[in-house]
């Protein structure tokens, strides 16, 4: 006679199948878990270290926009060869004479040959500023201000062969 026992076979049952679920989304819920704590450590979602100033200044420059058009001026901007040419109206269609700007040319892609252009009166509306030989796409960003100092701010895409 054997003294050995009978080996049972391994049957698997509800218990055991509840086991592996747990144990599954329970991995799953950690991993899940670490990989958002990772995520928000590495950015948190701020943009800005002072977001409630600049809320503020979102406001003003709200502000700025209704004044804007509130004095319906227009302007077209064209490049003509080394020359940009600004042409200024008011609601009427009238010229908008003797305006000063600030005015600057940039890429749009980049912060290489960044410049500060200068504009002058040639007729009554039309400026003209002397930019020099350009190539490629240019973003045009000016502030025009009149004698009462009414702001208009306008940013044009320029692109020369």
Do not use: C, K
């Not at 490049?79 to 269609?93: E, K």
């Not at 908008?96 to 200068?118: C, D, K, M, N, Y």
């Amino acid at each position: 006679m054997s003294l050995a026992q009978p080996h049972r076979a391994f049957r698997l049952t509800g218990w055991h199948v509840l086991a592996m679920l747990v144990v599954f989304f329970g991995i799953t819920a950690a991993v899940d878990t670490i990989m958002v704590m990772d995520a928000y450590h590495t950015f948190p979602g701020e943009v800005s270290s002072s977001p409630y100033e600049d809320g503020l200044a979102y406001d003003s420059e709200l502000d700025q926009q209704r004044n804007q058009a509130a004095l319906g001026w227009r302007m077209a901007v064209g490049l003509d060869g080394s020359q940009v040419t600004l042409t200024a109206t008011d609601a009427a269609g009238a010229p908008v004479r003797f305006l000063r700007f600030a005015a600057r040319l940039e890429r749009p892609a980049t912060e290489q040959g960044r410049r500060s252009i200068a504009f002058h009166e040639a007729a009554p509306g039309v400026y003209r500023s002397s930019v020099g030989q350009l190539d490629g796409a240019w973003d045009l960003r000016l502030s025009a201000f009149d004698s009462h100092n009414h702001r208009f701010d306008a940013e044009r895409r320029l692109v020369a062969p």
